[in-house]
Protein backbone atom coordinates (compact mmCIF):
# COMPACT_ATOMS: atom_id res chain seq x y z
CA UNK A 1 0.00 0.00 0.00
CA UNK A 2 1.43 3.57 -0.82
CA UNK A 3 2.13 5.80 1.81
CA UNK A 4 2.62 8.88 -0.33
CA UNK A 5 0.18 11.46 0.93
CA UNK A 6 -3.03 11.79 -1.80
CA UNK A 7 -2.49 14.70 -4.17
CA UNK A 8 -7.10 15.90 -3.31
CA UNK A 9 -6.11 15.80 0.70
CA UNK A 10 -2.99 18.29 -0.10
CA UNK A 11 -5.26 20.49 -2.10
CA UNK A 12 -8.10 20.07 0.87
CA UNK A 13 -5.46 21.14 3.91
CA UNK A 14 -3.98 24.14 1.47
CA UNK A 15 -7.85 25.25 0.81
CA UNK A 16 -8.62 24.53 4.65
CA UNK A 17 -5.86 26.61 5.54
CA UNK A 18 -6.12 29.66 3.66
CA UNK A 19 -10.07 29.71 4.56
CA UNK A 20 -9.03 29.79 8.12
CA UNK A 21 -6.30 32.43 7.78
CA UNK A 22 -8.51 34.46 5.84
CA UNK A 23 -11.33 34.13 8.64
CA UNK A 24 -8.71 34.70 11.52
CA UNK A 25 -7.48 37.96 10.34
CA UNK A 26 -10.47 40.25 10.82
CA UNK A 27 -10.40 38.87 14.17
CA UNK A 28 -6.57 39.39 15.05
CA UNK A 29 -6.75 42.91 13.42
CA UNK A 30 -9.78 43.61 16.17
CA UNK A 31 -7.75 42.46 18.72
CA UNK A 32 -4.99 44.30 17.90
CA UNK A 33 -6.84 47.56 17.20
CA UNK A 34 -8.52 47.07 20.92
CA UNK A 35 -4.98 48.02 22.51
CA UNK A 36 -4.52 50.79 20.28
CA UNK A 37 -5.73 54.56 20.19
CA UNK A 38 -8.69 56.28 18.33
CA UNK A 39 -5.97 58.19 17.07
CA UNK A 40 -3.91 55.63 15.93
CA UNK A 41 -6.80 53.41 14.54
CA UNK A 42 -7.90 56.72 12.70
CA UNK A 43 -5.14 57.45 10.98
CA UNK A 44 -5.39 54.91 7.98
CA UNK A 45 -1.84 53.71 8.34
CA UNK A 46 -1.81 49.30 7.55
CA UNK A 47 0.39 48.50 10.82
CA UNK A 48 -1.39 45.57 12.10
CA UNK A 49 0.26 46.12 15.56
CA UNK A 50 -0.26 48.49 17.78
CA UNK A 51 2.77 51.11 17.52
CA UNK A 52 1.61 52.35 21.59
CA UNK A 53 0.58 49.63 23.20
CA UNK A 54 -2.17 50.68 25.61
CA UNK A 55 -5.21 49.32 28.19
CA UNK A 56 -6.23 52.32 28.48
CA UNK A 57 -9.74 51.19 26.29
CA UNK A 58 -10.27 48.30 28.63
CA UNK A 59 -10.08 50.47 31.65
CA UNK A 60 -12.24 53.16 30.18
CA UNK A 61 -15.05 50.51 29.29
CA UNK A 62 -14.86 48.80 32.65
CA UNK A 63 -14.29 51.62 34.75
CA UNK A 64 -15.36 54.75 32.91
CA UNK A 65 -19.03 53.69 30.93
CA UNK A 66 -20.92 52.67 34.51
CA UNK A 67 -23.48 50.74 32.29
CA UNK A 68 -20.87 48.04 30.69
CA UNK A 69 -21.35 45.51 33.52
CA UNK A 70 -24.90 45.97 33.48
CA UNK A 71 -24.90 45.54 29.64
CA UNK A 72 -22.66 42.05 30.36
CA UNK A 73 -25.28 40.64 33.46
CA UNK A 74 -28.13 41.69 31.27
CA UNK A 75 -26.78 39.45 28.33
CA UNK A 76 -25.72 36.70 30.29
CA UNK A 77 -28.87 36.60 32.31
CA UNK A 78 -30.73 36.74 29.53
CA UNK A 79 -29.02 34.03 27.28
CA UNK A 80 -28.48 31.47 29.63
CA UNK A 81 -32.49 31.67 30.29
CA UNK A 82 -33.08 31.31 26.90
CA UNK A 83 -30.61 28.11 26.50
CA UNK A 84 -31.84 26.32 29.40
CA UNK A 85 -35.72 26.83 28.05
CA UNK A 86 -35.29 25.85 24.51
CA UNK A 87 -32.68 22.61 25.87
CA UNK A 88 -36.18 22.16 27.97
CA UNK A 89 -38.57 22.42 24.98
CA UNK A 90 -37.56 21.94 22.39
CA UNK A 91 -36.25 18.70 23.74
CA UNK A 92 -39.64 17.70 25.13
CA UNK A 93 -41.66 18.89 22.30
CA UNK A 94 -39.23 16.87 20.05
CA UNK A 95 -39.18 13.90 22.00
CA UNK A 96 -43.22 13.86 22.00
CA UNK A 97 -43.44 14.14 18.15
CA UNK A 98 -40.85 11.35 17.29
CA UNK A 99 -41.86 8.52 20.21
CA UNK A 100 -45.09 9.76 21.66
CA UNK A 101 -49.17 9.02 19.44
CA UNK A 102 -51.35 11.78 20.51
CA UNK A 103 -54.50 13.70 18.42
CA UNK A 104 -53.23 16.13 16.24
CA UNK A 105 -49.48 15.16 16.19
CA UNK A 106 -49.39 15.22 12.34
CA UNK A 107 -50.63 18.46 12.14
CA UNK A 108 -48.46 19.98 14.87
CA UNK A 109 -45.59 18.68 12.68
CA UNK A 110 -46.78 20.21 9.88
CA UNK A 111 -47.23 23.54 12.03
CA UNK A 112 -43.45 23.43 12.91
CA UNK A 113 -42.60 22.40 9.32
CA UNK A 114 -44.21 25.61 8.21
CA UNK A 115 -42.87 27.74 11.04
CA UNK A 116 -39.52 27.27 9.52
CA UNK A 117 -40.77 28.71 5.99
CA UNK A 118 -41.15 31.95 8.29
CA UNK A 119 -38.41 34.48 8.53
CA UNK A 120 -38.26 36.29 11.98
CA UNK A 121 -38.49 39.45 10.66
CA UNK A 122 -41.98 38.90 9.49
CA UNK A 123 -42.89 38.05 13.37
CA UNK A 124 -41.38 41.06 14.73
CA UNK A 125 -43.98 43.16 14.38
CA UNK A 126 -46.82 40.82 16.20
CA UNK A 127 -44.12 40.42 18.47
CA UNK A 128 -43.76 43.59 19.84
CA UNK A 129 -48.03 44.31 19.89
CA UNK A 130 -48.24 41.06 21.72
CA UNK A 131 -45.35 42.15 24.39
CA UNK A 132 -47.15 46.01 24.50
CA UNK A 133 -49.96 44.48 25.43
CA UNK A 134 -48.74 42.49 27.75
CA UNK A 135 -46.35 45.09 29.66
CA UNK A 136 -43.29 43.42 28.65
CA UNK A 137 -41.47 45.88 26.64
CA UNK A 138 -38.16 46.88 28.02
CA UNK A 139 -38.17 43.68 30.70
CA UNK A 140 -36.32 40.22 31.01
CA UNK A 141 -39.35 38.21 30.44
CA UNK A 142 -40.06 39.83 26.70
CA UNK A 143 -36.85 39.41 25.90
CA UNK A 144 -36.74 35.81 26.97
CA UNK A 145 -40.36 34.44 26.58
CA UNK A 146 -40.46 35.01 22.89
CA UNK A 147 -37.47 33.03 22.49
CA UNK A 148 -38.09 30.26 24.70
CA UNK A 149 -38.58 27.82 21.73
CA UNK A 150 -37.67 26.74 18.62
CA UNK A 151 -38.91 25.64 15.38
CA UNK A 152 -35.57 24.55 13.96
CA UNK A 153 -33.99 22.56 16.83
CA UNK A 154 -37.78 21.08 18.03
CA UNK A 155 -37.47 19.11 14.42
CA UNK A 156 -34.01 18.92 14.75
CA UNK A 157 -34.50 17.12 17.96
CA UNK A 158 -37.50 15.33 16.54
CA UNK A 159 -35.05 13.84 13.85
CA UNK A 160 -32.45 12.81 16.61
CA UNK A 161 -34.95 10.92 18.51
CA UNK A 162 -36.15 9.33 15.41
CA UNK A 163 -33.42 7.89 15.13
CA UNK A 164 -32.86 6.32 18.37
CA UNK A 165 -32.80 2.64 19.14
CA UNK A 166 -36.51 1.85 20.47
CA UNK A 167 -34.74 -1.27 21.67
CA UNK A 168 -33.15 0.75 24.77
CA UNK A 169 -36.97 2.49 25.47
CA UNK A 170 -38.26 -1.08 25.32
CA UNK A 171 -36.11 -2.80 28.01
CA UNK A 172 -36.51 0.16 30.62
CA UNK A 173 -40.15 0.06 30.39
CA UNK A 174 -40.05 -3.92 31.03
CA UNK A 175 -37.85 -2.72 34.16
CA UNK A 176 -40.61 -1.10 35.19
CA UNK A 177 -39.50 2.84 33.95
CA UNK A 178 -42.82 5.13 32.72
CA UNK A 179 -42.65 7.18 30.18
CA UNK A 180 -41.22 10.07 32.10
CA UNK A 181 -38.72 7.79 33.81
CA UNK A 182 -37.76 6.57 30.64
CA UNK A 183 -36.99 10.10 29.26
CA UNK A 184 -35.39 11.05 31.90
CA UNK A 185 -33.28 8.53 32.64
CA UNK A 186 -32.44 6.69 29.70
CA UNK A 187 -33.10 9.38 26.46
CA UNK A 188 -31.74 12.72 27.68
CA UNK A 189 -28.01 11.11 29.09
CA UNK A 190 -27.69 9.86 25.62
CA UNK A 191 -29.33 12.69 24.07
CA UNK A 192 -26.04 14.50 24.75
CA UNK A 193 -24.52 15.68 21.72
CA UNK A 194 -27.76 16.42 20.33
CA UNK A 195 -28.29 18.52 23.23
CA UNK A 196 -24.91 20.12 23.46
CA UNK A 197 -25.40 20.98 19.65
CA UNK A 198 -28.65 22.82 20.47
CA UNK A 199 -27.20 24.48 23.61
CA UNK A 200 -24.63 25.98 21.21
CA UNK A 201 -26.59 27.42 18.42
CA UNK A 202 -29.40 28.96 20.94
CA UNK A 203 -26.75 30.97 22.78
CA UNK A 204 -24.80 32.07 20.27
CA UNK A 205 -28.22 33.10 18.36
CA UNK A 206 -29.34 34.94 22.16
CA UNK A 207 -26.10 35.99 22.89
CA UNK A 208 -25.47 38.27 19.14
CA UNK A 209 -29.40 39.21 18.90
CA UNK A 210 -29.90 42.46 18.07
CA UNK A 211 -33.21 42.45 16.45
CA UNK A 212 -35.53 42.31 19.03
CA UNK A 213 -33.17 44.45 22.04
CA UNK A 214 -33.78 47.18 19.04
CA UNK A 215 -37.05 47.15 19.17
CA UNK A 216 -38.74 45.91 22.39
CA UNK A 217 -35.44 47.67 25.01
CA UNK A 218 -35.59 51.46 25.38
CA UNK A 219 -34.26 51.63 28.79
CA UNK A 220 -30.14 51.79 28.77
CA UNK A 221 -30.20 49.74 32.10
CA UNK A 222 -31.90 46.90 29.80
CA UNK A 223 -29.78 46.70 27.34
CA UNK A 224 -27.92 43.66 25.64
CA UNK A 225 -24.02 44.11 25.03
CA UNK A 226 -24.75 44.14 21.11
CA UNK A 227 -27.15 47.03 21.55
CA UNK A 228 -24.76 48.34 24.16
CA UNK A 229 -21.83 48.61 21.84
CA UNK A 230 -24.21 50.77 19.71
CA UNK A 231 -24.09 53.35 21.94
CA UNK A 232 -20.07 54.22 20.99
CA UNK A 233 -21.28 54.76 17.44
CA UNK A 234 -21.94 58.63 17.08
CA UNK A 235 -23.78 60.93 14.28
CA UNK A 236 -19.90 62.68 13.52
CA UNK A 237 -17.96 59.87 15.66
CA UNK A 238 -17.37 56.72 16.30
CA UNK A 239 -15.02 55.07 19.13
CA UNK A 240 -13.80 52.47 17.51
CA UNK A 241 -10.82 52.00 19.88
CA UNK A 242 -13.87 50.65 22.92
CA UNK A 243 -16.03 49.27 20.61
CA UNK A 244 -13.08 46.96 19.75
CA UNK A 245 -12.20 46.34 23.45
CA UNK A 246 -15.70 46.03 24.41
CA UNK A 247 -15.71 43.35 21.35
CA UNK A 248 -13.31 41.26 22.53
CA UNK A 249 -14.78 41.07 26.28
CA UNK A 250 -18.29 40.12 24.14
CA UNK A 251 -16.80 37.11 22.24
CA UNK A 252 -15.14 35.79 25.30
CA UNK A 253 -18.19 33.64 26.72
CA UNK A 254 -19.49 32.41 23.14
CA UNK A 255 -15.74 30.83 23.08
CA UNK A 256 -16.38 29.66 26.32
CA UNK A 257 -19.49 27.78 25.71
CA UNK A 258 -18.55 26.18 22.63
CA UNK A 259 -14.73 25.76 24.28
CA UNK A 260 -17.06 23.48 27.27
CA UNK A 261 -19.45 21.57 24.58
CA UNK A 262 -17.02 21.00 21.97
CA UNK A 263 -16.40 16.97 22.59
CA UNK A 264 -20.59 16.36 22.43
CA UNK A 265 -20.78 19.02 19.50
CA UNK A 266 -18.29 16.96 17.37
CA UNK A 267 -20.09 13.81 18.96
CA UNK A 268 -23.33 14.96 17.50
CA UNK A 269 -22.10 15.40 14.02
CA UNK A 270 -21.15 11.39 13.63
CA UNK A 271 -23.92 10.65 16.07
CA UNK A 272 -25.92 7.81 14.15
CA UNK A 273 -28.96 6.74 16.49
CA UNK A 274 -27.36 2.85 16.43
CA UNK A 275 -29.60 2.29 14.09
CA UNK A 276 -28.89 0.20 11.03
Given at each position: ???????????????????????????????????????????????????????????????????FLR?????????????????????????????????????????????????????????????????????????????????????????????????????????????????????????????????????????????????????????TLP?????????????????????????IPA??????????????????????
Amino acid sequence: MSRTFPIWKIILYTLLTLYAVITLIPFLWALSASFKSLAEISSGESNFLPKNFTLDNYKQIFLQEPLFLRWLFNSVIIAVSVTALNLLFNTMAGYALARLHFAGKSFWFLLILTVLAVPAQITLIPTFLILKTLGWLNSYQGMIIPSMVNATFIFMMRQFFVNFPKELEEAAALDGLTQFGIFRRIVLPLAKPALAAQAVFVFMGSWNNFLLPVVILFDPEMFTLPLGLNTFKGQYISFWNYIMAASMIFTIPALGIYAFFNRYFIQSVTFTGGKG
